[in-house]
């Protein structure tokens, strides 16, 4: 059973960085083909898909998003980290990590994910 934890903190500040990390377990990162997800809800709003990192280590970002996001991972730990820089406030949100077996923006075709973590951008 693959299970994903996502930790970091629950506050930032505006112009700051967003850091937040995802623990994989009971499935390795780099095999199988699989894609890693960052994707987040604002409240009151839709799943927003961020981006990715594939099995290969290759990494696809959302456009919107791309300039100031950046996904990268650490395969002796099992995990997956996201940075988001310069946040404002419209980035409050539940963050989550998740595991498709393609690379897709669509909710549905994610097999696993983990529980989410509030992050609230504020002074």
């Known amino acids: 059973q693959v299970q994903l934890q996502e930790s970091g903190p629950g506050l930032v500040k505006p112009s700051q960085t967003l850091s937040l990390t995802c623990t994989i377990s009971?499935?390795?990162?780099?095999?199988?083909?699989?894609?890693w997800s960052w994707i987040r809800q604002p409240p009151g709003k839709g799943l927003e898909w961020m981006g990715a990192?594939?099995?290969?280590?290759?990494?696809y970002y959302s456009p919107p998003l791309k300039s100031h996001t950046s996904i990268s991972r650490d395969t002796s730990k099992n995990q997956i980290s996201l940075q988001l820089s310069s946040v404002t406030p419209e980035d409050t949100a539940v963050y989550y990590c998740?595991?498709?077996?393609?690379?897709?923006?669509?909710?549905?075709?994610?097999?696993?994910w983990g529980q989410g973590t509030q992050v609230t951008v504020s002074s």
């Open positions: 009971g499935g390795s990162i780099t095999t199988g083909y699989y894609y």
């Open positions: 990192i594939a099995y290969d280590g290759s990494t």
């Open positions: 998740a595991r498709a077996p393609t690379l897709t923006t669509t909710p549905d075709e994610y097999d696993y």
